[in-house]
């Protein structure tokens, strides 16, 4: 998703000639998902799909590096530009680092200070190496600036955000078919979990899914393949025994938009959707016990919970702030920005 907007943005562009390659890792493990985003968003297929699926993150890394480093040998590449915080992006922008080519991070300098989190090791690395950082938010940005990056620190805003302000008549042309498929009532919950801090630990799952049980509210529950698989194994599928909860299998972008946007409530851990429910203006109640996305928790429209199953149905009951109109993630202009600042960057590094 990250990605889409700044491809096209490259693709738009009238005053210089510009080659892009798309590498995919295959650290999404479902096909059937990253098909249907391609589509979705009109991306051009990857030019390279490396399928690297190993059992641990470390072989991961050091798989993709290796497979990643024979793609950029051969493209002679200027510069490469990474998103947001997986082991993927952590892999090219290792490659980049140790082949001399300059390093654009798209969503730098977010923070979740905790060290256990596989993603806050990552940003904090990819961020220490990269030549232009690109912050969605002045918090980002000022972070970089404390932790003195060598790196050319821009804040640009989010990506994201410029593609729900590009795709958000699609987005509305999109929900009646989805209320009508599901019988949506009108002050229905979208409810996800996926991190590992929650799906690898029995006690919290099952906290999270006692909530969802007992919140009286309808619930519309894309279940992530790993949350399926800790469902099972830890004998928790009771608590999905209910007509009050829709439990479907991943979704395509578009229609995760289009609840996410006309639902009364999300309940989440997941990053992507705490700022995309910002952008939408819909409350979240955070089922984490921090969020890089503090702008969104300070506006008072998000709240935090952790995996606490009567915080969560409290605030199912009591959250329903008032969203404020202070847009903390620039003005929907990110990709232009980003592409550039690299433009520029490059400009200077040839006659130099």
């Known amino acids: 998703m990250k990605l889409a907007p700044v491809y096209s943005a490259f693709a738009q562009c009238k005053t210089a000639k510009i080659t892009q390659s798309i590498i995919n890792t295959g650290q999404h493990y479902d096909s059937e998902m990253s098909t249907d985003f391609i589509k979705e968003l009109d991306l051009s297929i990857p030019d390279y799909n490396l399928n690297v699926h190993t059992k641990t993150q470390a072989e991961f890394v050091g798989k993709s590096m290796v497979e990643i480093d024979k793609v950029i040998t051969r493209l002679h590449s200027d510069l490469i530009i990474v998103y947001g915080d ?6 090219g922008a290792m490659v980049a680092a140790k082949s001399n080519i300059p390093l654009a991070h798209v969503e730098a300098g977010l923070r979740e200070f905790d060290l256990t989190i596989p993603e806050e090791t990552n940003k904090r690395a990819i961020d220490a190496i990269s030549n232009l950082l690109f912050a969605p938010s002045q918090v980002a940005a000022d972070q970089l600036e404390s932790e003195q990056v060598p790196g050319d620190i821009h804040f640009v805003g989010d990506v994201t955000f410029d593609l729900i302000k590009h795709l958000e008549s ?145 605030a199912t009951k009591n959250h329903h702030p008032i969203a404020n109109s202070q847009q903390y993630y620039g003005e929907g202009n990110a990709s232009h920005l980003i592409m550039k600042y690299c433009l520029s960057y490059l400009n200077k590094k040839l006659t130099n």
């Open 86 to 91: 997986t082991n993927s992006t952590l892999a």
């Open 170 to 314: 699609t987005i509305d042309n999109t929900y009646p078919e989805i209320k009508s498929k599901y019988n949506l009532e009108d002050n229905y919950i979208l409810a996800t979990c996926h991190r590992a801090i929650n799906t690898d630990h029995p006690e919290k799952l099952e906290a999270i899914l006692s909530a969802l049980n007992t919140c009286g509210r309808q619930v519309i529950f894309p279940i992530h393949p790993r949350t399926a698989k800790a469902i099972t194994s830890n004998g928790l599928s009771d608590y999905l025994n209910s007509d009050r909860i829709i439990t479907l299998g991943p979704l395509p972008y578009l229609e995760t938009q289009a609840l996410l946007k006309n639902c009364n409530q999300v309940v989440t851990d997941s990053g992507g959707l705490i700022k995309e429910a910002y952008f939408h203006k819909v409350p979240a109640i955070i089922i984490d016990t921090q969020t890089e996305w503090v702008e969104t928790v300070e506006s008072g429209l998000h709240i935090i919970t952790g995996p606490d199953s009567n915080k969560i149905v409290t």
